[in-house]
């Protein structure tokens, strides 16, 4: 079945530090892969997203490439802020019974802290 | 705009005890709806889904079960709480026949004490 492994957390990191947070996916066929984020109390809102092999989603400084032949969707954002404390999920889509998609598989999420 | 209502925020019950959790989505037409759960340290677990009214399916065998009265209508029920069923519930929907990018409700802290 498909499952998405994503770094274990916490991650502490002071203002200004680059960030990475590693996700690497097991599925059938060509997901599209995804980025999700929890701000504190919140709801998940998507983040960023690449639906093929070697695109690049990008949104609000952070950057994951699509790599196939490494199945991964690794976190990158060069310099983070305060502001970007949350929970991050990395998520796969995955074309479901009858050719469409109903459902997302996510990882168990990863916490960043940023310190000032 | 689309918006999505789930209620109550934050929910303490009993063991043994029922339980309704309700969800609503407003300003789209048909769409497919779901109930994940986030346990500590588990993650995101995607317990049910529907694409229709009445359509209901369901990922993991469980102690809850879920209902699509109305088109924009999700309920997440059980008659008899466990310790284990205590999470933090969300309900999602998405655009029906395309569900990559999944919309979140606010989510309900659930304690079965």
């Known amino acids: 079945g498909n499952s998405v492994t994503q770094m274990e957390g916490p991650v502490t990191l002071s203002e200004e530090a680059f960030l990475t947070i590693n996700c690497t996916y097991t599925a059938t066929g060509y997901p599209s892969l995804f980025w999700y984020v929890q701000y504190p109390g919140e709801g998940l809102q998507l983040l960023l997203k690449?639906?093929?092999?070697?695109d690049k989603g990008s949104n609000k400084g952070f950057e994951a490439t699509y790599r196939k032949e490494t199945t991964s969707f690794h976190l990158e954002k060069g310099s983070v802020q305060v502001s970007d404390s949350a929970v991050y999920f990395c998520?796969?889509?995955?074309?479901?019974?009858?050719?469409?998609?109903?459902?997302?598989?996510f990882g168990k999420g990863t916490l960043l802290t940023v310190n000032p | 705009s689309q918006t999505i209502h789930q209620w109550p925020a934050t929910l303490v019950q009993p063991v043994g005890s029922p339980l309704s959790l309700e969800c609503t989505v407003e300003g789209t037409s048909n769409p497919n709806l779901y109930w994940y759960r986030q346990a500590a340290g588990r993650g995101l677990q995607l317990l049910f889904y529907?694409?229709?009214?009445?359509?209901i399916s369901s990922e993991v065998p469980q102690n809850l079960s879920a209902s699509r009265p109305q088109d924009r209508q999700f309920i997440l029920s059980s008659k008899k709480l466990l310790l284990s069923d205590s999470g933090f519930y969300l309900c999602a929907w998405s655009v029906g026949g395309v569900s990559e990018k999944l919309f979140f409700g606010s989510g309900t802290q659930l304690s079965v004490l």
């Open positions: 998520a796969l889509s995955a074309v479901g019974s009858g050719g469409s998609n109903y459902k997302l598989t």
């Open positions: 529907s694409v229709g009214i009445g359509q």
């Open positions: 690449a639906t093929k092999a070697d």
